[in-house]
């Protein structure tokens, strides 16, 4: 499996295993067929979502005292916490959980991938919990999508998951329904679509190969990625720019590192970013695009340490700023530390703020689950960061950092808040 083959490696040579590392992540979720995918998954949870009026925050985090994931709620204004859903797994790997919010604010939405795909028990489930709503609980059945884990956009009354095709869930009716992608006019099943939201529409990613000759004549599959806006009444792209290997090894980044994590757009749609690797260098850096124009700047922040890793891109309400969650090594073995990172796109200083560490040797495929479950998350009015590193798994985090963090961005000092996660009965 691509884990063991990443650990192996990853003792062997860090920085060739890091580079394997991103390939393996990057080509499973764009390449591979399903059933692979979903063997791969880890326990992933999402990031904290907040409500839209920014008083409350959903986030996933792991019971290891009772083996469960668990999802609970965070009331700002009344300081109290609670879980609302909880289901036990037998093994790490069993479960995914991804909260989110309905737009109205008055149900959390939990996308849950369970089972095991030799058990022929996997699936996505999506289930409406009630916060304030009198409507009870429901719960839709998706089937098999990777949808499940990241992002599922929600535009009027629909909730959207993509993979090797298109699917929603209409609240209103509770109806689920699915169509393929379509490309040219023509139906496509081969595809594998990551979603993001952004200005109002839907964009999507997605991986494309064409054959390529090289100087000796042969032919060799390069690889690209396709991003767009997508078209949700007929399912079909709109693709605003394509770049391929050979333009990014223009710009001096890995193509093989991209496709790691889903395109951040601006909150006034100009622009989007995507972290990329670059060439000669094991810390990341940031590809700037624009729509039409395609990438228009490689980004590579100053953050006063190498080598440093980035999970996920956040834009400020004025798009000045980045904020991103970071990985970084230190010298003591198997200890890396976990930040929220501020990169004024103009260059200037970037400002860290250190959110726990980690002890990476528990689990050897912990930066996979860096990069797909532990997102850092700006609040609606641009002033709080949210995050959680209690995703992780037993022995990796001292008992203080098992909590939901935030850290006030109007803060000098930058102090965090923690607010440690709910007990459980074991029964």
């Known amino acids: 499996m691509p884990g063991e083959i990443s650990s192996s490696l990853r003792k062997a040579d860090p920085l060739v295993a890091r580079a394997i590392q991103a390939r393996w992540l990057h080509v499973i979720l764009l390449f591979l067929g399903l059933v692979g995918w979903l063997i791969f998954i880890l326990a992933c949870v999402g990031g904290p979502a907040w409500s839209p009026d920014g008083s409350q925050i959903l986030f996933a985090y792991r019971d290891v005292d009772n083996s469960r994931t668990s999802v609970a709620l965070y009331d700002r204004t009344k300081g109290n916490i609670r879980v609302i859903f909880s289901q036990p797994y037998e093994k790490e790997g069993e479960l995914a959980l991804h909260p989110q919010w309905q737009r109205d604010g008055k149900r959390a939405l939990v996308a849950i991938f369970g089972g095991t795909p030799d058990r022929g028990d996997d699936g996505c489930q999506l289930v409406s919990i009630p916060i304030t709503s009198k409507l009870p609980l429901q719960v839709y059945n998706l089937g098999q999508t990777p949808g499940c884990i990241y992002t599922y956009p929600q535009m009027n009354d629909r909730v959207y998951f993509a993979g090797t095709d298109l699917r929603w869930v209409d609240l209103k009716t509770g109806k689920v329904n699915s169509s393929k992608f379509k490309m040219d006019g023509k139906d496509s099943d081969e595809e594998q679509v990551l979603l993001s939201e952004g200005n109002g529409g839907l964009y999507y990613q997605r991986s494309l190969k064409r054959k390529v000759q090289a100087a000796d004549g042969t032919e060799h599959d390069e690889n690209g990625e396709e991003l767009g806006r997508l078209q949700t009444e007929e399912s079909s792209f709109r693709?605003?720019?394509?770049?391929?290997?050979?333009?990014?090894?223009?710009?001096?980044?890995?193509?093989?590192?991209t496709g790691t994590s889903p395109i951040s757009i601006a909150p006034d749609g100009s622009r989007s970013a995507m972290i990329a690797s670059k060439n000669g260098d094991d810390s990341d850096s940031i590809?700037?695009?624009?729509?039409?124009k395609g990438v228009v700047r490689v980004f590579n922040p100053d953050l006063g340490r190498k080598p440093f890793e980035l999970g996920n891109l956040t834009w400020s309400a004025d798009t000045k700023i980045l904020y991103a969650s970071v990985l970084t090594r230190t010298d003591a073995k198997d200890v890396q530390e976990y930040w929220l990172a501020e990169i004024p796109l103009d260059g200037s200083r970037v400002r860290l703020t250190k959110i726990a560490s980690v002890n990476s040797e528990m689990n050897t495929d912990?930066?996979?689950?860096?990069?797909?479950?532990?997102?850092?998350?700006?609040?609606?009015?641009?002033?709080w960061i949210a995050a959680t590193p209690a995703v992780l798994g037993e022995k990796m985090l001292a008992p203080a950092d098992r909590a939901l963090v935030l850290i006030d961005l109007h803060d000098p000092a930058r102090r965090l808040k923690k607010v440690p996660i709910p007990h459980q009965p074991a029964e």
């Not at 693709?239 to 590192?257: C, K, M």
């Not at 912990?366 to 002033?383: C, I, K, Q, T, Y």
């Open 239 to 257: 693709p605003s720019f394509v770049f391929w290997d050979r333009d990014l090894h223009a710009l001096g980044v890995e193509s093989d590192a």
């Open 287 to 292: 590809l700037l695009m624009e729509d039409k």
């Open 366 to 383: 912990f930066e996979d689950v860096f990069h797909m479950a532990m997102d850092v998350s700006l609040s609606p009015d641009g002033r």
